[in-house]
Every structure is written in C-alpha cells, then in structure tokens.
C-alpha cells in the first residue's frame, strides 16, 4: 500500500514533465539558505521514496498495531500536492515544489520524534491546562508587535528571521488535546439538563461558563486578527467535542446559534468579511475584486469531468494557486472526478480516525480521536467548501496538498497523533506496567494457574487440601459468639412463643380406603 501510494506521487511528477517538456525533468534541486541537495531527476525520486518508506518503517517498529491506511494516504496526498505545485512551478519559473519537499523531509523528522517519544497518547492527559495556555499563546502569539506579520487582511503570520510561521496551525492540535484532557473531568457536570424547550433538554445556566468562555475567545481572534477561518476552526472544535462528550443536543444548538452570530457580527463590523460573503454570494459582480474566484470556477468549467490532464491546463491563471486554492488546480488539471478523488482520501482518513475513536475503550482517548478527525475533517470542509462556493472564503490550507511548512509540519504531527491513538485501540489487551505504559506483547508472561486435583471435600495425600476452593457454604463457621446457640427471647423478659401443633398422629383414612391428601 506504502508503495503504490508513492508511485502514484511520483508518477504525477513525471506525468507533468512529460507533457510540458516531452522530456524528464532536467534535475532536482532543494536550497535552504546556503544549505543545497540536488542531482538527476531520479535522485528526487529515489530521496521520496526513502523518505516515505523510513517513515513506514519507524511507525511498523512503534506502532505495530496503528491503521495501515492512514499513512499511505497522508502520502498520496502529499505526493499529489507536490506533483501540482511542479506543475505551477513550470509557469511561474519558480522552485516551490523543491522548497515543499525540504519542508516534507522537516515533517517527517517531526513526526519520527513524535511517534518515537509517545506511544501511549494518556501520557497527553496529565496536563489539562498547560495545554490550554499553551494553545491560547500559539493563538495569540500573531498580536505581538514586531512578531506578528500581516497578510491579505488577516494577521495570523508570525515571522522569525527569514522564517515565517503561521502558529493556529500548531495551536488546533493543543487545544484538541486540551478539549478532550477537560471534557474527560467535567462531562458529567456539562450533561446536567436545565430547562426543556421544544422538546430538548438545555443545558443549567451555571454551566455556560465554558462554552462562553470559548465564544470571547473566538470574538477576540475575530476582532484583532481578522481571521475567520482560525475562529471557525477553534470554536467548532470546541462545539463538536462537548457534544460528543455529553451526548446532548442542545449544546450543537447553542453553538450553531453562536457561529452564526459570530458570523453576523464580523459582517458587520469589517470590511473584509463583507468582501469575502460578497465575493462568494455575487462574485460576476466585480472582476477585479473577485478575480480570483471567478478564475477558480472557470478553472472548474474548463477541466470538466476528467480535466485537462497533468500540465495541459492553466491554473497558474487563479492567483495563490499552489496554497490556498491548489484545490481549484486540481479540478482543472484532474477534473471534478479527481477532485472528488482527493476528497475521498481526506474522508478515509476521518473515517479510520473515528472507527478508532468508537472502539475506544476509555474516554480520553475516545474524545481525543474525535477532536483531531473533526478538526482536519472542518479544515478540509471550509477550504474545499471556499474554493467551490459552497462557503466563504477563509484562507485556510488543505491539508497535505497546500504549499507551505507550518501546514505541512503540523499536519504530519497531527497524523502521529492519530495513528498513536489507533494504535492503542487496536492492539489486544494486555496487562498494565507500572510505569503508566502498556507492556509490550513479547515481554507479556504467560501465567500458570493452579490445577484442583483430588475431591472437593476431605483431606488429600500430599497436604493440597489448602488450595482446594470451598463455596461459602462449605466453609468452617468461624469460632466465637457467632458459633454459640441461637439466644431465647426468655432469657430477655420476652414471652415465649407458643408450641407448633403436634401432627404425631397421622389423619384417618377415609371410607373408601385411600390415604387422604
């Protein structure tokens, strides 16, 4: 599976050289500051499928038991991804797909060290809120002056030197594990229900408190960074999880009625927001404003059904072509069954996710594989739902597939999670250490238990009478007063009870002979 999933990478960069240049590509370069790795062609391929493979091989030796479908397609994906970027990168003269791949070779690092380190994910739950500071700093972190960096509108970027990072990328994973750590303690409080109306039990008014909590937040990410999507994101997550932790409808009520008032609200209140609603309720309205939805359906329309084939389109045409609407590229160049295909990739992996979350057998674990399939499943959801008009626009990346290191990076830590999970669940039962680690199967002893020979009752030859199991009717009555005669209401100035009549004498028979009844 590893290796089909890697050839078909591979293939949709040849594919793509092919049928620009009729030829193979003329090399392979990958530059970071004075730091260059480069050759043939085929030396590109051959570091891709090392890489693929060693992290194969790393998740076979510490996760046995992890889905063997994750992996394979989180590769597909990030093969199709830098397939189509080569491909962008042959109109605009750039080197996108090298950098992309360099970044991939970071991801993995990061998620060999992930998977090495943590083999039990319950490890996560001993630090509730250093998660949830964690994740509130990362989220944060953009509104620092001469730290945070501004971009299209929204001010989610932090930059460092040469380098820039986009922290809500990492923060979605902290606080994921932060919603499950807390959801696992106070669920029980959360599913209390308060006033019924309309046939489903609300929630007590003392219990808001979190979900409110939540709501500022997600207004103060809205109001000073500008950022939709990252609020969408943060308080679904948030929503979703309390919902499958109390099992209550009434709270996905509330916090459906609190996204759309978030909505109503960032319309009102910038420009922005209302360019974006403008954008995808009227985009033919205003070329030079919504030039670039309007290219990305004229992409869809020009690929059809099954596109115009590897390099034989022009997506290059939609601007951010190879990050945030890579997905528009591929429904040019693949068509609408190719794009339908990619989405088939991201729902196997939420569906594993979720079949790992559903066999769960402890509730950390439970809610923490619904968090992290629900928080990659939203982001595919509102990028691919921006990019074919079924949403606003948002400004967030597909995962595996989109340009950019922080996306790729944190998508690969996210996927060590999942599997790390998956990997708890499916493996058997075995005895815990007292280390807080699940002992591994090898080292599991096989214990001997004891053989009953002889009667039940009675005394045996070799003195084995002492293990042979007794019922509690069967035991000695212990020595003491409770061996002692039953007492005498007399002997306690009652009166005594009055004698049973005597049947000494049997009934006569009757006249015909026979015994009475």
């Not at 009102?268 to 670039?292: C, I, K, M």
């Not at 309007?294 to 590897?310: D, K, M, P, V």
């Not at 626009?393 to 290191?405: C, D, E, I, N, Y």
């Not at 020595?479 to 009870?497: H, I, K, S, T, Y």
Request: include cysteine.
């Amino acid at each position: 599976m590893m290796l089909f999933a890697l050839a078909l990478g591979a293939g949709g960069y040849l594919l793509t050289s092919l049928n620009q240049n009729g030829t193979f590509p003329a090399d392979w370069l990958m530059s970071a500051g004075p730091l260059q790795f480069g050759g043939p062609w085929y030396l590109g391929l051959a570091a891709w499928f090392a890489l693929g493979l060693a992290c194969w091989g790393v998740t076979a030796w510490r996760l046995p038991y992890a889905d063997p479908l994750i992996l394979p397609t989180a590769f597909l994906l990030a093969g199709l991804g830098i397939s189509m970027i080569y491909r962008l990168d042959q109109a605009d003269g750039k080197r996108s797909a090298e950098l992309q791949m360099l970044w991939l070779f970071l991801a993995v690092a990061a998620f060999i060290a992930l998977v090495v380190w943590l083999r039990d994910h319950r490890r996560l739950q001993r630090y509730t809120y250093l998660w949830f500071l964690a994740g509130f700093l990362l989220l944060l972190a953009p509104l620092v002056p001469g730290l945070g960096k501004e971009n299209h509108g929204a001010r989610i970027w932090i930059e460092v030197g040469p380098f820039s990072f986009q922290p809500a990328e990492i923060a979605r994973i902290v606080l994921s594990i932060a919603f499950a750590a807390y959801l696992v303690e106070k669920k029980d409080v959360l599913a209390l229900a308060g006033r019924r109306f309309l046939g489903i039990d609300f929630p007590r008014a003392r219990d808001l408190g979190p979900i409110l909590i939540a709501w500022g937040f997600s207004l103060v990410i809205l109001v000073f960074q500008k950022d939709l999507g990252t609020t969408l994101l943060f308080f679904g997550l948030f929503v979703a999880m309390l919902y499958v932790a109390t099992e209550r409808p009434s709270w996905a009520i509330l916090g459906t009625l609190m996204i759309l008032g978030l909505g109503v609200l960032g319309y009102n209140a910038f420009g922005h927001v209302q360019t974006r609603f403008e954008s995808w309720l009227n985009p033919f309205t205003d070329y030079d404003r919504n030039g670039q939805v309007i290219n990305a359906q004229f992409g869809f329309a020009w690929g059809g059904l099954f596109g115009s084939g590897w390099g034989d389109g022009r997506p290059y045409l939609t601007p951010l072509a190879k990050n945030d609407f890579i997905g528009a590229a591929i429904g040019e160049e693949l068509g609408l069954f190719g794009l339908c295909a990619m989405v088939l990739l991201f729902g196997v992996i939420v569906a594993r996710v979720l079949r790992a979350a559903l066999g769960s057998a402890e509730g950390f674990g439970k809610l923490l594989a619904t968090g992290l399939a629900f928080v990659f499943a939203l982001q595919v959801f509102v990028i691919l739902g921006g990019i074919t008009r079924l949403l606003p626009l948002t400004g967030l990346t597909t995962p595996f597939v989109s340009q950019g290191g922080s996306s790729l990076v944190s998508n690969f830590l996210l996927l060590g999670l999942m599997l790390t999970v998956t990997h708890q669940v499916r493996r058997p039962h075995v005895e815990h250490a007292g280390s807080g680690e699940y002992v591994s199967l090898s080292a599991e002893a096989t214990q001997a238990l004891p053989v009953v020979v002889g009667p039940r009752t009675g005394a045996t030859a070799a003195g084995a009478a002492a293990e042979v199991p007794v019922t509690p009717d069967e035991a000695p009555l212990p020595a003491g007063p409770a061996a002692e005669p039953r007492p005498d209401p007399v002997d306690f100035g009652g009166e005594a009870p009055e004698p049973l009549p005597s049947h000494a004498e049997p009934p006569a028979p009757t006249e015909d002979g026979e015994e009475p009844r």
